[in-house]
């Protein structure tokens, strides 16, 4: 049954992920749904994205496909939420109105299990750490595909550090023009060049 999720939800087959979902659901834990079927699915969509094997417009039917299975099992949790494996704020830093990439991340990170604050584009260094401090977060993820955008990432983490939070908050840099030694001058944690690995770094950081 679990494989069955698995494999319709690379198909991007919604309809059927939702008809599944419900099924094992008089079986099985909702948990083990989750993570045996629709988070297994994700990872194997993860992967062949990161190998070139599909590409974005794949990717993001997908993604409708895991939405509608997480509409069908939500309902089976006791607290009616799904619980996550660590929140993460997500956002393009200010100035950069770039959101593809930004949306491709957000894909891939709730594909990990993890809770996605997305702030959108255009947005202060404030905001970023707001967001962070109010839902205890343990990741921000920060898009940035202008070159400019190092001194908002450097704002990022001076910030973090006023508010208290940066013992408790790893930045990551994702973005065109982003290198390990531009991550590095900004004060971030990490810099990953594509998607999929961003939220494996991601979920790393959650776990501790």
Do not use: W
């Not at 830093?93 to 604050?117: S, W």
């Not at 993820?141 to 208290?164: D, F, N, Y």
């Not at 390990?180 to 950081?205: I, M, P, Q, V, W």
């Amino acid at each position: 049954m679990f494989d069955e999720i698995s494999q319709k939800l690379q198909r991007a087959d919604g309809e059927a992920v939702a008809a599944l979902v419900h099924s094992a659901a008089a079986e099985y834990p909702p948990a083990d749904i989750l993570s045996k079927g629709l988070l297994s699915g994700m990872n194997t969509v993860g992967e062949k994205f990161r190998k070139n094997e599909i590409f974005v417009p794949e990717v993001l039917l997908v993604s409708r496909a895991m939405k509608a299975g997480m509409d069908a099992l939500r309902p089976y949790f006791p607290t009616g939420n799904i619980p996550s494996l660590g929140t993460v704020v997500l956002g393009t830093v200010k100035g950069d109105f770039h959101d593809i990439g930004k949306e491709l991340v957000k894909i891939m990170l709730e594909g990990k299990g993890l809770r996605v604050i997305d702030l959108g584009m255009d947005v202060p260094a404030e905001t970023f750490v707001r967001a962070a401090k109010e839902n205890s977060a343990q990741v921000i993820c920060c898009s940035c595909l202008l070159s400019s955008g190092g001194g908002e990432v450097r704002k990022i983490t001076a910030l973090c550090k006023k508010a208290g939070i940066r013992d408790n908050v790893k930045i990551m840099i994702g973005g065109a023009p982003i290198t390990d030694s531009f991550c590095r001058e900004t004060g971030a944690d990490a810099y990953t060049s594509n998607a999929a690995d961003c939220a494996e770094k991601a979920l790393a950081f959650c776990a501790g």
